[in-house]
């Protein structure tokens, strides 16, 4: 009985000790894509999920696995649907928005130590893609680099 309550005692201490490392992932960023397109509406602004947290702070430095999956899977989603909406209509905000989500993303993973290398090459390729690798439309790159730059800085 009393190793019994003490394996469920140890048990709650590992579980505890788990989910809460200081560099885990936020909530917040655990939301899906919604919640970056939501944040993303204030670009070139201090774009926040949740009204709090930046989206760089979604890649932490010492992220479980399975967040990193989640988080990269929103991330991707909303970079390939900017990056059509952006070559479509090149005149709106949407690649201002990718490049801001780029930027970020950049920024979070600066002290990773390469934990989100895969995680940017994919979200350069969403961003960068052409239908037959035709040039993406004119005034596409330069909002996006306008992003870009709002998003190493602030994102």
Do not use: W
């Not at 947290?53 to 988080?71: E, F, H, R, W």
Request: proline fraction near 5%; aromatic fraction near 4%; hydrophobic fraction near 45%.
């Amino acid at each position: 009985m009393r190793f019994a309550a003490l394996a469920l005692v140890a048990l709650a201490v590992a579980a505890f000790g788990c989910g809460s490392q200081g560099d885990s992932t936020p909530v917040a960023c655990l939301e899906g894509a919604a919640a970056f397109e939501r944040a993303l509406q204030k670009a070139p602004a201090e774009a926040r999920l949740a009204g709090e947290t930046p989206i760089s702070d979604c890649l932490a430095s010492n992220q479980q696995a399975g967040d990193l999956a989640q988080v990269g899977e929103a991330l991707v989603e909303v970079a390939t649907q900017l990056n059509a909406r952006g070559r479509e209509n090149p005149g709106t905000k949407a690649a201002l928005k990718l490049g801001y989500l780029i930027g970020a993303a950049q920024r979070g993973a600066a002290d990773s130590e390469g934990i989100h290398a895969d995680l940017l090459r994919r979200l350069t390729v969403a961003a960068r893609f052409a239908p037959g690798r035709q040039p993406l439309p004119p005034g596409f790159a330069a909002h996006y680099r306008e992003g870009l730059a709002a998003g190493r800085a602030t994102g």
